[in-house]
Every structure is written in structure tokens, then in C-alpha cells.
């Protein structure tokens, strides 16, 4: 039999790899909280429009990564969201929040693009990432820096990253830059690689070109803060103060463009320290003051990151297991209905019960109670059912208790917390004491 595979690129993600997400995720959540984000969820299924001109249609990402489909005959094409500030960005002035700026976003969710897979790079994947809408001061921008400088912190991943930051600038002098770009690239095409058609086009891409020959002409390029006026160095250089201030480091990278059009000013990336292979970015962002304009609405200027999940995990270390409070073994089959009756007990009171499936003796479903972790194992055979008792062993040490079907959960706690078996013990060593509350 041959079982129908995932797609290349896109991965499960199984109950053993989650705790790592779930502790980044609970993580993110938190220092979210700790700024004032509202979370957002946008449909996974966009209209292409929304992104062919926003993210550039001369962008890598719009020539050959989206996933795109028409909607049944003649209808809309539409795309897989490549990314989520578009979309996020779209939401809100769909549902009127610029009307009461500004607004402090977060999401979370799975992002596709048709990439060539490889470890850290794949066609599914998962971003968390956070926008503010209407604010224009630097401050925003520092703002959201130091809060991924914090989540890293708090992971305890932010010696391993280092923060590279630029100023793009604003319109004009992008396209003061791009048009000394194209003169630049033109005057040296004979020395190019093969991607010296791509200057007509999109001439900041050959910047980060991979070709050898290209990447020799493009360090004598022109550079972009040449052109930058006062206004534009204000803004960056107020965000670098900031950062200095809080005692985040940084270094001002040229060559840092990040591959969207929508950038203006600050752009910033978090990439592994040491390490220059572009699947290693972690998390990148920056102003987009003109985005919601091109989509249509008002002026609102806004500012973002994304932070990539999927490397973001492979970088921490393994959580403790979860284990369960309670294994809850069953050697009689007459006592099946109230070994039910009284996992749900426990549930209620908050402990996690776990139930043997299968059969095999007690020394069997004890063994698989010390394999799963069990802090207790709940033993009920005829005897207990009969008299609406529960024996309690705690798996550390071995240490038996019983209780009476009420006092089960503090007798359970109890024993949980270390309390040891107490004098005058009933018989087989069994703790009748069923007081501790
Ligand atoms: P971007 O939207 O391209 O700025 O990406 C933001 C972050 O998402 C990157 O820094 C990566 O960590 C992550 N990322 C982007 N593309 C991929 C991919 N194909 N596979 C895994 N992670 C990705």
C-alpha cells in the first residue's frame, strides 16, 4: 500500500513537534498583550489582485510564488495569501477601523508561496506578525522593534540574532534611486550575469542578486542614502536612538531592501548571527505609509513584521513533556463504568486523566503509566467499584493511598504534592486517611 503523501513543501506538524510552537506562540501572544495588539484572522483565500500590485509586479514573489486559481468559470482569480499585511491592512479598512486610529494588530497563520523547498524554506508555512495602523512617528517603528527584541528574550533565543536596519526612503527618492540604478546597471551590462535584463524592471533586486558577476557591479552601485533628504534621515535616525537607548543592538545594512514594494522609511530584519544564507532571516518588517492608498482607502500610514514560525522553532530547545496527573488503569471489566464516572470526577476538578486503552494485567497498565510520565496511577478493580473507592499510587516512589469517590481529586493532589503516607495505615499498606482536603 502506498499512503498519498503531503505535497513537497508543505509539512505536518504532529503532536510531538507542537509543544516547541505552542511555547513560541504563547510566548508572542504575551508580549503582544504586554503593547496592546488586538488579534486578527483574515481569510486564507484572497482576491490576486490584492497583492499583484501592492507587493510588486516585478517581485519574485508575485512573478513566480503565488499560488493562484480562477473562482469556477469566468470567475475572480484568486490567490493563497502569500503574506498577511496586505490582508490585515485590507480587514481594517474594511471594517472601518480607520475611522478610530490607531490600531494595534497581530495574526497568526499559514502563508504559501511556491518556493524551492529546502530545511527552513517551504511552500506552506506559518508567520506570526504584527502591524500598527495611523501612526506615523518613529516611535511606532522602534516600538515594534523592541517588542520582537523582547519576544526573543523571553525565548531565550536573542543571543543567537542579530538586527540589521535601513531607511528606504521615501517615494520620490526611491525612484530618484531606481532611476541612477538603471543608468548604473545599463552603463555595465557586459559585465553582468544573466539577470542583467532585470535592471529595466526591478533594478533593486540585482542588489541582492546571487549571480557573482552581478553582485561585482552592484557594490559599486549608487546608493540610496545618497538621495535621502532631512526628513527621511529624522525619522531613521530617531529609531536608531531609540534602540540604542533600550540597549538593542543594531547594525545600518544598504543592502537590506526586503523584497516588497510597499516599504518606505525604516525596514528592519532579525537574521541568525553568523550565519548569511537569505532562509535564514527569522523576521523582517518595516513602514508601508502608502499601502492603504493603493488598496484603495484613505492615507493611514502603518508600520510591521513577520516573524517566521517554522525557524523561529527550530531554534528552541525542547519543552518538558506533558504528562498526565492521573493513568487510570482497569483490570475488571465490572468496574469499567465507574472507572468513567470517576475520571470525570478528577477532570472536573482540573487534574488530566488519561485512560488505559487495551487489556493486560495491572503490572502492564502500570508500566504504561510510568512510560506516559503518570505523576499517579488510579487503580480500580471490583473492589473499589463496589464500594465506590479508588486507590491512588503515586508513581514516583510507590507510595498507596485510597480514597472515597468524593475526596478522590484532594486525595490525588495530595498525594501529587508529596505528602507522604501517613501512621497508621490500613491494610496492604493502603492510606485510608481520606481528610486531606
Ligand atoms: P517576508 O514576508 O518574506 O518578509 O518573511 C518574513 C519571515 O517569514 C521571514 O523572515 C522568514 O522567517 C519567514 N518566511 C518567509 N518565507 C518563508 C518560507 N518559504 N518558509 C519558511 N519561512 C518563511
Request: glycine letters at 10%; one cysteine or more.
Amino acid at each position: 500500500m502506498t499512503v498519498i503523501s503531503a505535497i513537497r513543501g508543505a509539512r505536518d506538524l504532529l503532536p510531538g513537534d507542537l509543544p516547541r510552537w505552542r511555547r513560541a506562540e504563547r510566548a508572542a501572544e504575551r508580549c503582544f498583550a504586554l503593547y496592546g495588539y488586538g488579534e486578527i484572522r483574515t481569510p486564507v483565500l484572497e482576491r490576486a489582485e490584492l497583492f499583484a500590485r501592492q507587493l510588486g509586479e516585478h517581485t519574485e514573489l508575485v512573478e513566480k510564488q503565488m499560488y493562484l486559481f480562477a473562482d469556477g468559470d469566468g470567475g475572480d482569480t484568486l490567490a493563497l495569501r502569500p503574506e498577511a499585511t496586505v490582508p490585515t491592512v485590507r480587514a481594517a479598512l474594511q471594517s472601518g477601523m480607520h475611522r478610530n486610529l490607531p490600531a494595534r494588530l497581530w495574526y497568526r497563520g499559514a502563508m504559501f508561496r511556491r518556493e524551492r523547498p529546502q530545511r527552513g524554506r517551504y511552500r506552506q508555512f506559518w508567520q506570526i506578525g504584527a502591524e500598527i495602523l495611523g501612526a506615523q512617528s518613529p516611535s511606532a517603528d522602534a516600538e515594534q522593534i523592541l517588542l520582537t527584541a523582547r519576544l526573543w528574550r523571553e525565548l531565550g533565543v536573542d543571543g543567537r540574532l542579530r538586527l540589521a536596519v535601513n531607511n528606504l526612503g521615501d517615494g520620490e527618492e526611491r525612484a530618484r534611486h531606481r532611476e541612477k540604478l538603471r543608468e548604473h546597471f545599463r552603463a555595465n551590462a557586459a559585465e553582468m550575469g544573466e539577470d542583467a535584463a532585470r535592471a529595466e524592471t526591478n533594478p533593486l533586486r540585482l542588489l541582492e542578486s546571487r549571480d557573482a558577476k552581478t553582485a561585482a557591479v552592484a557594490r559599486d552601485a549608487p546608493k540610496l542614502s545618497d538621495e535621502l533628504g532631512d526628513a527621511s534621515r529624522k525619522h531613521s535616525d530617531a529609531v536608531c536612538e531609540s534602540l540604542t537607548r533600550a540597549g538593542v543592538a543594531f547594525s545600518q545594512d544598504e543592502t537590506l531592501v526586503r523584497g516588497l514594494d510597499y516599504y518606505n522609511l525604516t525596514v528592519f530584519e532579525w537574521s541568525l548571527a553568523g550565519d548569511d544564507r537569505r532562509q535564514n532571516a527569522l523576521c523582517g518588517g518595516g513602514r508601508y505609509d502608502g499601502l492603504s492608498q493603493q488598496i484603495g482607502g484613505p492615507p493611514m500610514p502603518g508600520c510591521g513584521f513577520a516573524l517566521g514560525l517554522d525557524r523561529l522553532v527550530d531554534l528552541l530547545a525542547e519543552p518538558p513533556r506533558e504528562t498526565p496527573d492521573c493513568f487510570l488503569t482497569l483490570t475488571e471489566e465490572c468496574a469499567r463504568e465507574f472507572a468513567g464516572e470517576l475520571a470525570e470526577h478528577c477532570r472536573d476538578a482540573g487534574l488530566t486523566v488519561w485512560r488505559h486503552i487495551g487489556g493486560g494485567n495491572l503490572a502492564r497498565q502500570l508500566k504504561k503509566a510510568d512510560a506516559a510520565g503518570a505523576k499517579t496511577a488510579l487503580i480500580i478493580g471490583s473492589r473499589e467499584a463496589a464500594a465506590r473507592r479508588v486507590t491512588i499510587k503515586r508513581m514516583s516512589d510507590g507510595d498507596q493511598r485510597e480514597a472515597e469517590f468524593a475526596k478522590a481529586p484532594a486525595q490525588i493532589k495530595a498525594a501529587i504534592a508529596g505528602d507522604g503516607v501517613r501512621d497508621g495505615d490500613g491494610d496492604g499498606g493502603n492510606n485510608n486517611d481520606d481528610s486531606v482536603n
